[in-house]
Structures are given as structure tokens and as C-alpha cells.
């Protein structure tokens, strides 16, 4: 009866941990809007879903993975903001989910094991709300992570397989810190592979890679994608963006370096400790152990070092729950007075969660609404019917959001009269999706030194060539733009020198009308 009631008990868990999780998010995701970020997997995956591939027919520089679950989640759901948002949820699911399972294999309580899984549902994906790179990327990475660690500890061969694959999605999903993570848990597997001398599970793990290997290059062929723009667009540009990246991580400042991240370094101070005494001890019985631990702690240090080179705001802190996790399992197999120790970990975990929900999340900081009001937020369905029930406010008209929608509305009668083939150019991307009409927009975010090379970078005659030949191939003579623009004053315009005429609208709405080019 009490293994009957244990199991009970677990179900119940698993059942409200998957509703909480998608529900919450479901919540923040009608919440506060960032237009360069917020409609950017909306539109892209609607795009893709209509046979307009990344590479190819826009510029890219990350997401095209999302943009194909978004694609899906379209064809099963429909076209609307609800199954958008719930892309989202379905993610923020699978990490809190797998969160529980991993705990509860490493013998934590129901109670610890939900704790600390409920602190993930509320921190991870609800920053955003909505499809985002940088939390798909940080998902991924933490599935790979949590599929290597149980490689280690069962040694079975699913697990060897799946970590090259859920890397490899990461890595489509964003570079960074995918391509960090690959270096340590590589590094960690070979080290692993030639103590233990199982050959089964480096064939495993071989044929995870080629597996990944083998479908990227099919849906490169599936989409005409042509390689070289693949390498452009996704490895030689962004690294030639990276190389400056490197220099935000000096110099050292306590304050940003240590104190901004207290609590993650506090999430792990056990485990280095552990690491310390085992390196110490040198006891082959705690090998794999010894591999897990520093797993977690290098993973933690790439993390922040990430957040550094970032120019998102700080979401990394939805971590601290799972490395409390960690460090409570450790304390209680390896140290003594675990009853306090556990207690300190969770107590950690709920007020840091608490701490991180009140000052990022409730106020919407990811999406730079911290000081606003969230208040005078209208309903979307102002600008759209497809938006309704979404609390519109954005940091560009915090106070009237009313005039936004108005200037949108503009915007949307204006091109819906124009049927001809037209560039559209906006953070606004879901108009080209209400509209059924697609933008030609020859990249999805106008965000000068970040989204596309600019004069000074030794792509921009690359760029400059994407962008002509798509306004050739498809005999584009109006370019509509809709500011603002996160980032970006005259996107076009450096490159149409002396070849259009503008017309203007509205403060925020003009056309560029090509002649002679």
C-alpha cells in the first residue's frame, strides 16, 4: 500500500508539474511586448512553413532549428498567437519534466525533487514567454548535459546517442554557448571512453553524430540551400561578431563578474568544494562522480561567462534550482550535517526564485519593461483580431500604447491595398503574416552590428549582394518601412544609394519607391 500510494503521489507530481509549467508560461507569454524579439520566430516560422527556407530566401545568423518547430507547431495548432506562446510552454515543460526525472534518479524525495522543478517551470522559459533563441539554446544544452550525466551513471547506449543530437539541435538553435558545451562534454566523453574502454557506447555516441550529421545535410538539400550561404551566414559572420564579443568579458570588475552572479556561484560553492576533496583524495572508486561534478560546475562557469558576452538580459538565473539540485544530492552522499545542508539548498532555491520572479519576470525585464507601467497596457486585439487577449505595451510608447496601435493599423490598411510584390521592413513581423503576404524582408531583425554586416564588416559586400539579388529575382519596387526599429535608423538605405524615392506616411511609416537601379 505505501509503494501504491509513493507512485500515486509521483503521477500527481509529474501531472501538476507539466500543467503549472505550461500554464505559467502560457500567462507571461500575452504578456508586455519586445517587437524585435517577440514576432521574430512568428514570422520565420510561418515563412518556413510556406516553403521560404533561412539562407536561402533570408538572411540568418541563428534559430533555423525553432523556426522548423514553429513551422510544426503551426501545421498542428494553426496559425495563431496561442500556439506560438505554446511552443514556448511545450519547452518550458520538457526541461522542468526532465528536471524531476533526473532528480528523483539520483535519489532525491518527491518533495526535494519538485521543489526544485517548480523553481525551474517558474525561471526558465516565462522570462520570454515567447520562442527564443537564447532559452531553446540553453534548454538543449542543459537536455545534453542531463542525457550525459545519466550516460555516466547507467552507461547505457540511448544516452550516448541522444547527446550529439540534442547538441546539434542546440548548436541550430544558437552558437553560443552551444559550441562551448560541445567542447566540455566531448572533452568529458573521451576521457570517460578511454577509462572505461566501452566500446558500445562510443559507437553510440558516433552514430548520434552522424545521425544529426545526415539530417542537417537533407534538409539543406530539401531547401535548395545552397552550403556556402550556410557558412556565411551561420559560422564566418557571426564569428567575425564574436571576436569583439570576447572583449566585454574583460576587464575583471567584482561587481559584474562575481557579485551580479552570487547566487549561481553560491548554487555550486558544494560541488567545488567536492571537486576539491576528490582531487585531492585521488579514490578511483569516485571517478564518475568526479566527472558529473565537474560537468556541472564547468557548464555553470560557461554559462555566466556567456551571460558576459551576451547583449540579452540576464536569464541564466532559472540554473540556480538545478544546481541546488545537484549540490543537494551530492551533500547528502558525501558530507555530513546533509538534514541543514539540504534544508540551506532549497531554502536558496525558493528565494532566489522568489527574488528573480519579482525583479525580471513580473516586471518584464528581458523584454526592457522593467520601469514601465505594465498597467497601461492595451489589449492587442486594438491592433489585430489575432492578438487579443495580449497586454500590449512596448518600451517605445509606454505611456500610449494607443498611438503605437494606431501607427500599426496605418501601416496594416496601407499594405493590405498594395498587392504587388513589396519589401517589408519592421519588428512588426507579424503583419506579413496577417496579411498572407510575404515581406521579402532580406533579414528577420534590423539590428545594425548584430543581425547583418554594416559597412565596417568584411561581410557587407556579401550582404549587399543577398539583399540586391532578392529585390532582382523578385522585381521589388516598393520597400515599406515601419519603425521603430530596435537598433537601426535607415536599413535599407546604404545600399540604395541614389535609387529610390521616399514617401511618407506618418512619422514612423514611409515608402521607398526604386527607380533606376
Known sequence: MKIKNKSLFTISSIIFLIFFSILFNQYYGYVGILPIDSFLIFNSGYDLMNGYYPFKDYWTIKEPFIDLIQAIFFKLFGVSWFSYVFHASVFNCIITISTFFLLKKFNLNNIQSIIYS??????????????????????????????????????????????????????????????????????????????????????????????????????????????????????????????????????????????????????????????IKFTLLKQRELFLDYLIIISLIIFCLITIMHQLMTINAIFIYCLIPIFCGFSHIYSKKYLEKKKILGRLLIALTLCSTVYYYSTYIKNRTFMDLRDINLNNSIDGELIHSELSQIKWITMFYPKDPAKEASNIKLALRILQEDKSKKMIITDYQ?????????DFSPTRFWYDFHGYPTEKNIYFNYWKEFVLKIIKRNNIKNIYVLKPLHGETK???????????KQNYSETFYKLILNNC
Not at 536599413?491 to 524615392?501: A, V
Open 118 to 275: 517548480f523553481c525551474v517551470a517558474i525561471l526558465t522559459y516565462p522570462t520570454a514567454g515567447t520562442p527564443f533563441s537564447d532559452h531553446h539554446a540553453l534548454i538543449l544544452c542543459l537536455l545534453s548535459l542531463f542525457s550525459f550525466i545519466l550516460a555516466i551513471k547507467e552507461k547505457k547506449n540511448v544516452y550516448w546517442f541522444l547527446i550529439p543530437v540534442l547538441l546539434g539541435f542546440s548548436f541550430m538553435s544558437k552558437q553560443a554557448p552551444t559550441v562551448y558545451v560541445i567542447f566540455l562534454i566531448t572533452f568529458l566523453s573521451i576521457v570517460f571512453f578511454i577509462k572505461s574502454k566501452n566500446v558500445s557506447n562510443f559507437i553510440s555516441a558516433l552514430t548520434g553524430t552522424l545521425t544529426i550529421l545526415i539530417l542537417f545535410f537533407i534538409l539543406l538539400f530539401l531547401g535548395d540551400i545552397e552550403f556556402n550561404d550556410f557558412l556565411i551566414q551561420y559560422f564566418s559572420y557571426p564569428m567575425s561578431l564574436g571576436e569583439s564579443r570576447f572583449e566585454w568579458l574583460f576587464p575583471f570588475e567584482f561587481k559584474r563578474i562575481i557579485w551580479r552572479y552570487k547566487l549561481q556561484y553560491l548554487s555550486i560553492a558544494i560541488l567545488i568544494y567536492l571537486l
Open 491 to 501: 536599413p535599407l538605405e546604404n545600399i540604395l544609394i541614389n535609387c529610390y524615392t
Open 430 to 438: 507579424f503583419i506579413s503574416v496577417f496579411l498572407k503576404q510575404y
